[in-house]
């Protein structure tokens, strides 16, 4: 009988120690297979998206006769913005291909070439009149077919262009002459959306997106941090309180498209607010994550010892001494923290954004909140449904660069957490 239990014993232990390891491997498992996608993913995207930093430009030498031009250099500025600049524009690539005649074949000659070309040369006129008469020097983008031509030649990838075998003799010759190069494109991060691949740029889109941010943050910091603090140290226990502690709780798991709703219903609608506005943006996405900082806070000010409160009324302080001398220094970590993941959070919405008007096409950079804009999330989504080829990276280079700005604020939030932690020591 007592072998008979000790073997039972053996094989139960045995059974525990399966059934512990077979829990670990799961576990294990589960980590790599969600390693794993995610690496994939990043991957993907990284792979898709680093050539968008990267420019193909051609350096051209362009006339800038008077008679072509149409303008002289004592022109006013309205006059420079009439200037024929796309003549002298194409008629610097028929020179560098003097056996080009045909109508037809010049005109696949210009294709080469982007519309920003044009766009630089005027900006060069208004900035630089007097040289005008002069032969310049001047590096301008090529077209996005072009580029990804060139881009996948670079990396031998096998890539179906839509550049006709002309074209690709054409840029060949470029090319072999040292005309065409690869520089960073800096354009990238200070222009604004464009219907041209190789001209869009998140600059606008950036500046929209601290603009609302900078509103969310104004409006729901301070608001959520004094419902914390009222419901936390100075409200009773009463059937109204708590109804007010379940809604909150429950609008933290309220779908974004909601806020974006009760933003077109309310905010658009019935204060008239401008659409497509980071004003506007800011306001929802600041009710949004309202609730979010209203509970990390109170959570912050739960782990306060209540030591902290008995030895300040001790002294003679008053609660409201109390609150914001001692409990709230104390408590500022977590809510600092809190505060942070609510934006992070908010910036990688487009839902409520969409509502608002913010997916309109904007291809200026704001200068102030109540110009019209767009955000990150919402140009990531209008790239990714263009049917032009050369947004691809685009969209994949705007992804990396969101994944960049919540890194920095996850980032920022430990440091916080860890720095207040060490002062309040």
Not at 88 to 94: E, F, G, I, M, N
Not at 333 to 348: P, R, V
């Amino acid at each position: 009988m007592h072998n008979e239990d000790t073997l039972n014993q053996k094989n139960r232990n045995r059974s525990r120690i399966l059934a512990d390891f077979r829990f670990r491997a799961y576990g294990i498992l589960g980590l790599v297979i969600a390693g794993s996608a995610l690496l994939f993913l990043l991957g993907n995207i990284f792979s898709t998206g680093y050539s968008a930093f990267q420019q193909t430009v051609i350096t051209l030498e362009i006339n800038l006769d008077e008679d072509r031009l149409g303008v002289t250099s004592t022109a006013s500025p309205e006059e420079m913005q009439e200037a024929n600049v796309a003549k002298v524009v194409k008629q610097s690539l028929y020179d560098l291909f003097p056996e080009v005649k045909k109508r037809k074949e010049k005109r696949d000659l210009t294709k080469l070439i982007s519309l920003g070309a044009e766009l630089d040369v005027r900006d060069m006129l208004l900035l630089k009149p007097e040289s005008i008469g002069s032969i310049i020097t001047l590096t301008v983008p090529v077209s996005s077919d072009a580029d990804q031509y060139y881009k996948a030649t670079l990396t031998g990838e096998q890539f179906k262009s839509r550049l006709k075998e002309n074209q690709k003799q054409w840029l060949q010759t470029l090319i072999d002459n040292k005309q065409v190069i690869i520089k960073f494109n800096i354009d990238f991060f200070t222009q604004a959306d464009s219907r041209y691949p190789e001209l869009a740029g998140i600059g606008g889109a950036v500046v929209g997106t601290i603009y609302t941010l900078l509103i969310c943050l104004m409006i729901s910091f301070p608001l959520g941090v004094a419902a914390a603090i009222y419901l936390e140290e100075f409200s009773r226990d009463s059937f109204m309180t708590r109804m007010v502690e379940a809604n909150i709780n429950n609008l933290a798991a309220v779908p974004s498209v909601i806020f974006g709703l009760l933003g077109l219903a309310v905010i658009l609608n019935i204060f008239g607010m401008p659409r497509s506005t980071p004003l506007a943006g800011g306001i929802v996405l600041a009710l949004m994550t309202l609730p979010t900082i209203i509970i990390a806070c109170r959570s912050a000010i739960k782990t306060v010892p209540p030591s902290i409160r008995e030895a300040g009324m001790a002294m003679g302080a008053s609660p409201i001494q109390v609150t914001f001398h001692h409990v709230m220094p104390a408590a500022m970590s977590g809510t600092l923290t809190g505060t942070i993941i609510g934006l992070a959070q908010a910036l990688g919405e487009t839902a409520p954004l969409l509502m608002i008007g913010m997916v309109a096409f904007i291809a200026s950079v704001p200068g102030v909140p109540t110009d019209p804009a767009t955000a990150l999330p919402v140009q990531i989504y209008l790239w990714a449904e263009s049917a032009e080829r050369g947004f691809v990276e685009k969209t994949a280079a705007a992804i990396m660069v969101i994944i960049v700005f919540l890194i920095v604020m996850n980032l920022l939030a430990v440091v916080i957490r860890n720095r207040t932690r060490i002062s309040n020591k």
